[in-house]
């Protein structure tokens, strides 16, 4: 990394590989629960496939 200038890693084979393995053997739908980001993972979600009436809708 401290060989190399942001741009050649961004562009690089290695930075491609790891982004072809997320979006091709991690299941991103299922995020677990004690990831950082699952709640905001969970609120995008029903903004964008809304099912369910307001949590506050009376």
């Given amino acids: ?3 190399s200038s942001f741009n050649q890693i961004w ?3 290695t930075k491609q590989a790891a982004i072809d393995h997320i979006n091709n053997n991690i299941e991103k739908n299922t995020c677990q629960p ?3 980001h ?3 993972n969970n609120y995008l979600w029903d903004i964008k496939h ?3 009436q307001h949590i506050n809708f009376i």
């Fill in 11 to 13: 562009n690089s084979e």
């Fill in 38 to 40: 699952h709640q905001i």
């Fill in 50 to 52: 809304p099912t369910t």
């Fill in 34 to 36: 004690n990831c950082r």
């Fill in 1 to 3: 990394m401290n060989d």
